[in-house]
């Protein structure tokens, strides 16, 4: 069983950033592949980054690469989501998920933990 705490959210102006940091328990926290997805009112939740348990690779959705960082730090169980240049179209609940093995990264479906969301609001 692995829990998954988010933090970080929070009312930013567009153009700024910030990090969200997602802490994981248990003791094999290298061996999950980490994922961000984020949730708009209305809409199905989206991917936004993945990073695999050794922190090598990376992947992002393409409206977010560039802006957007996905890291870990092993030792301390977190995964963070560094938000930069953030837009109105940000704004979503952000969620940070973890699975062994998911058949896609991608998908929200093959992630079998799942934080409780924070809120990431980005006014114009």
């Known amino acids: 069983q692995v829990q998954l705490v988010e933090s970080g959210g929070g009312l930013v102006q567009a153009g700024g950033s910030l990090r969200l940091s997602c802490a994981a328990s248990?003791?094999?926290?290298?061996?999950?592949?980490m994922g961000w997805f984020r949730q708009a009112p209305g809409k199905e939740r989206e991917f936004v980054a993945a990073?695999?348990?050794?922190?090598?690779?990376?992947y992002y959705v393409d409206s977010v690469k560039g802006r957007f960082t996905i890291s870990r730090d092993n030792a301390k169980n977190t995964v963070y989501l560094q938000m930069n240049s953030l837009k109105p179209e940000d704004t979503a609940v952000y969620y940070c998920?973890?699975?062994?093995?998911?058949?896609?990264?991608?998908?929200?479906?093959?992630?079998?933990?799942w934080g409780q969301g924070t809120q990431v609001t980005v006014s114009s």
């Open positions: 998920a973890a699975d062994k093995d998911p058949n896609s990264l991608r998908a929200p479906q093959d992630y079998h933990y």
């Open positions: 248990g003791r094999t926290f290298s061996t999950y592949v």
């Open positions: 990073i695999t348990g050794s922190g090598r690779t990376k």
